[in-house]
């Protein structure tokens, strides 16, 4: 079963907009990671942010956590076609070893030119 | 360093054929996961391996579903026979073990495309 659901589905913006995506989950976390995956390839790592940290910046990227309400949002700003992708976000759910992810249903986003 | 490598890329069988992945992590890399990943939704995993030992194999459909890690370096999934709802793109990854976030981040292949007919 997946952890994650993911908001908007499908976001569809121009070059230069911000980008928000939701993500919520069901069970306590360890942290929480977000992925992107350009078509026809593998999953990239973007951000991790941890249980007990409320929000993380890299570069364009801007990630908050809310562990009261059990979800997540990613802010990509100034986006730019190269960031049309599938975003997922990914719960490690923590328990020592094992560092198993379990990801959400992703958003499409698509920056037009 | 080198990134995960998967093969084949694509693949096309039919019903009741059987079909082999093969993964090679990222070197250094004791960890090593194999995802399921359906058109339009996200990897759900099927087994992970910690060196050659199955850590979590919970999801994996093990009536035709089987994978192994000799030497705890490279891996193979294979299915057999496949299933019209095997279509989907199997995605292997790898992450570092031990202490410390490093361990958390995975790194992907860029996945086998199977298609079953």
Redesign the interface.
Known sequence: SQQGEEDPQALSIQEGENATMNCSYKTSINNLQWYRQNSGRGLVHLILIRSNEREKHSGRLRVTLDTSKKSSSLLITASRAADTASYFCATDLGGGATNKLIFGTGTLLAVQP | EAG?AQSPRYKIIEKRQSVAFWCNPISGHA?LYWYQQIL??????LI?F?NNGV??DSQLPKDRFSAERLKGVDSTLKIQPAKLEDSAVY?C?S?L?GGG?A?????????T?LSVL
Do not use: E, M, W
């Open positions: 995960v960890t339009g939704q996200g990897p759900k995993l992970q910690q850590v979590d995605l990854a992450s073990h976030l361990k958390n981040i995975q790194y992907f292949g860029a996945g495309r």
